[in-house]
């Protein structure tokens, strides 16, 4: 997308989702601790209108779980 939103007139019809795989990613920082980031999706919907190229619209709302392992000591 070009960054713009869509307008709220446009319709949205929730999408349902078979199967997920919500990996964690793990960054090690210099003085030992582990940060650790997942993103959960919550829900997913299909916008009616679609890109100009032809490629689906959809909108997502998803969390971020975050992990926090410190260095051992």
Known sequence: MDGGSIAS???ATDV????AREAWSEYQLADGTVLRVKP????????AAAQPD???V?????TLVTDVRPARQ
């Open 16 to 19: 349902e989702v078979l199967s």
């Open 58 to 62: 959809y909108n997502m709302k998803s």
């Open 40 to 47: 959960i999706m919550i829900s997913v919907s299909s916008i």
């Open 54 to 56: 032809g490629d689906p």
């Open 9 to 11: 007139s446009e319709t």
